[in-house]
């Protein structure tokens, strides 16, 4: 059996919950052997931490791979690209994450306003999501503060009130999926599709976009992901682990046939979710 590998989490330098020291010594207790930190459209997990976060993970016992996971866009649709192996100081890499770290920040300020003015009141501190560790900020920031202030159930209503009652004239930028393989390439990285399971879900003909992008450099499937969360509203396109056990199976198929990598990711935003994939998924 190999070693148990989580190559998907998210830390507070993006929209996570917890260190890096915090993340490693959860992933130590949980004997994982090779983890990665993904955060969304940032490394600051690796730069920020004090000390060599690679040698520290040797000395817990498992290898940490750098890696990120870059919003791209594909046919219109937001498509997420898990990069690994990158070189975390590549020039051209993070002038593209320093480009869209600036955006994020100017449209999550301007949200926040507009919130606020619409509630009469401050519902959302902007000292507490602009806090020096994190790199991106995202709109699941906001969406937790109107989750604690009682004023919506959902993802999908946040969403919605978003549109409806702050919207604002700053454009996040995605590169084209294509475009995004390249940049993870360029880093020295190896380009990982994320999710694909949702993707399908979303009504996007996987096996179609696997065979174009493998023709421009794409490497890898996430293969094992917690589809099923019976535990999220929000994620009710896996109404069952059978549900989920299906898309794997897909998936990895698919990988096979386009002679692909797979790799295992929980998506882990908080160390519960870390421990909670480690327990169910198959190692790889």
Known sequence: ?????????????????????????AAARLQLKRISITDHDAVGAYRNFEGDPFDAARLQGMEL????????????????????????????????????QEQRRQRIQLQAQALNTHFRKQVVDLDAIFLSERDTVMKPHLFHFLVKAGL???????????EQSAPVDVRVERPDLPEAIGLILRAG?????????????????????????????L???????PYWQPHNPDCSRFPDQESEQDMVQYVRALANRFNLTTTSGSDAHNLDALKSFSRRCCPH
């Open 65 to 100: 791979v750098p890696g990120i996971e870059l919003d791209t866009n594909y046919q219109g649709r937001e498509v997420h690209l898990l990069g690994y192996g990158i070189d975390i100081d590549h020039p051209e890499l993070n002038r593209h994450l320093d480009r869209i």
């Open 219 to 225: 490497k890898g499937l996430e293969t094992d992901y």
């Open 152 to 162: 919506v159930e959902n993802y999908k209503t946040f969403k919605d009130l978003l």
């Open 1 to 25: 059996m190999e070693p148990l590998t989580d190559l998907h989490i998210h830390s507070l330098v993006s929209d996570g919950k917890n260190t890096t020291s915090e993340i490693l010594e």
């Open 189 to 217: 990285g190896s380009p990982v599709l994320a999710h694909p399971g949702y993707l399908c879900k979303d009504g996007l003909e996987l096996e179609s976009l696997v065979e174009k992008m493998v023709k421009d450099g």
